[in-house]
């Protein structure tokens, strides 16, 4: 990002019953994309680069107070820095509770280059790995 420039996103939230579970997932999962849980603390967790003390992924329990539920139709795109990294975030993904949505490989309906897996998390969230190489 140029000087001046800001994230779009500042943090997304995901719903999560069982935070256990969810650590677990999104440990294995977001860690093979080079994150890290940042904390947990009272049934939340915050995960983000190194340095990242808040998080820009969050999994908590609704505020609500009803079980969470998957958005049909919403799914979080999360960057990988090589096609080795997204084969990484689907085997660890599905081997900690995660389903496959699509396996890892080459999307050339999307492009040239373009290397993807997707996912749903133990609560059904569906996440997506995404890699394509810089031009040259």
């Not at 107070?65 to 085997?91: C, T, Y």
């Amino acid at each position: 990002m140029g000087a001046g420039t800001r994230p779009v996103v500042s943090y997304l939230t995901l719903g999560a019953d069982d935070i256990t579970q969810a650590t677990a997932f999104y440990d294995a999962a977001l860690g093979a994309l080079g994150l890290r849980r940042a904390w947990l603390n009272d049934g939340w967790a915050g995960y983000g680069p190194e340095g990242d003390d808040h998080g820009t992924i969050l999994i908590c329990a609704p505020f609500n107070g009803e079980p969470a539920r998957a958005g049909n139709g919403i799914m979080i795109g999360l960057h990988a820095e090589s096609a080795a990294q997204v084969d990484a975030f689907h085997a660890a993904a599905v081997a900690n509770g995660g389903t496959c949505e699509g396996p890892p490989g080459p999307r050339t309906t999307y492009g040239e280059g373009f290397y993807l897996a997707y996912v749903r998390d133990p609560t059904g969230n569906k996440l997506s790995a995404f890699y394509r190489p810089e031009p040259a």
